[in-house]
């Protein structure tokens, strides 16, 4: 069985921001593993940090030398400006328990059966902001929902894409592709309106 890269959500309001990107890390300093950037196909260069829990696996596991497909955190202060916080790598060989069968796939057909893509990335959180001019759209995500809400356990992605105004405060799932630095909204589906809470 292959693992997902992207699991399934097990809660409705699960919130998330996590996607699949397929390229070349390099650290700015070979001595210091967690900062660096990713080169993807086209050449686009991301700015990059690798969260600690995922730097055991790349040292031993991984040559930085070849492409791989990271599963990353996306972040931005505006549509133009991603980074990407790598929280693991997603290869089907080395870290997975592959059936015989499958042996022979390439990593793209895999992903394409979990209907999956490079560059794909799974937003889920509360619809806070709706630009219908430069159409763009503003979800904030809560590391935990249960967590007191301090500003450390939430944060804003800005997405490419409209959704109506009258879904504001509403719980969102969003399928997202990255462009270059762009996430491109695909599709959206609203959840549930969310209860404010009284303060």
């Not at 995922?54 to 990353?72: C, G, M, R, S, T």
């Not at 405060?169 to 909204?185: A, P």
Request: glycine content about 4%.
């Amino acid at each position: 069985m292959i693992k997902n890269p992207i699991q399934e959500v097990t809660n409705k309001l699960q919130y998330r921001a996590i996607g699949i990107v397929k390229g070349i890390y390099k650290p700015h300093n070979i001595d210091q593993l967690n900062r660096g950037t990713l080169t993807d196909k086209e050449g686009k260069i991301i700015e990059t940090v690798i969260l600690g829990k995922a730097i055991p696996l790349i040292k031993k596991y991984i040559n930085l030398e070849k492409i791989h497909f990271w599963i990353v955190y996306p972040r931005n202060k505006n549509v133009n400006n991603l980074h990407l916080q790598v929280a693991g790598i997603w290869d089907p060989y080395k870290l997975n328990q592959v059936d015989n069968n499958n042996s022979e796939k390439d990593p793209n057909e895999l992903l394409e059966e979990l209907n999956l893509n490079n560059n794909y990335f799974s937003i889920r959180g509360e619809l806070v902001y709706v630009n219908t001019q430069k159409k763009e759209i503003v979800i904030k995500i809560c590391s935990s929902p249960l967590s007191k809400r301090s500003k450390y356990s939430t944060f804003k992605i800005i997405i490419e894409g409209e959704i109506s105004l009258q879904f504001l405060n509403n719980f969102v799932s969003l399928d997202v592709i990255r462009e270059g630095s762009i996430l491109r909204m695909v599709k959206y589906e609203v959840i549930e309106k969310i209860k404010s809470e009284k303060v």
